[in-house]
């Protein structure tokens, strides 16, 4: 599997950013998916996360109610919707495939596959 991520730009706080996680490979439909975030200095964190399904989704306490993680099977792709956007969520964000397809898992040591990552930068 192999995963690209896009979407990521400069954005005032407050506002709104989708990021695209395209994967190549018959068995991503299979595969949770997850992004994850490292900010200048700072460990990779989790952000969210969703079953093959789609019918489950796991967020960071710092993105309920403002993201909102989703896939479309039929084109291999996994979104974030970030919405409310703050300076402190500036980040590389990379998308990461995790084989168990539960979609819980909110260490990147666990995950299979990454992405090359997308920059976010909010100013105030």
């Known amino acids: 599997v192999q995963l690209q991520a896009s979407g990521g730009g400069l954005v005032q706080a407050g506002g709104s950013l989708r990021l695209s996680c395209a994967a190549s490979?018959?068995?991503?439909?299979?595969?949770?998916t997850g992004w994850f975030r490292q900010a200048p200095g700072k460990e990779r964190e989790f952000v969210a996360a969703i079953a093959w399904s789609g019918g489950s989704t796991n967020y960071a306490d710092s993105a309920k109610g403002r993201f909102t993680i989703s896939r479309d099977n039929a084109k291999n792709t996994v979104y974030l919707q970030m919405n409310s956007l703050k300076p402190e969520d500036t980040a590389v964000y990379y998308c990461?495939?995790?084989?168990?397809?539960?979609?819980?898992?909110?260490?990147?040591?666990?995950?299979?596959?990454w992405g090359q990552g997308t920059r976010v930068t909010v100013s105030s």
């Open positions: 490979g018959r068995t991503f439909s299979s595969y949770a």
């Open positions: 990461a495939a995790d084989r168990t397809g539960v979609g819980r898992r909110t260490t990147s040591a666990l995950y299979d596959y």
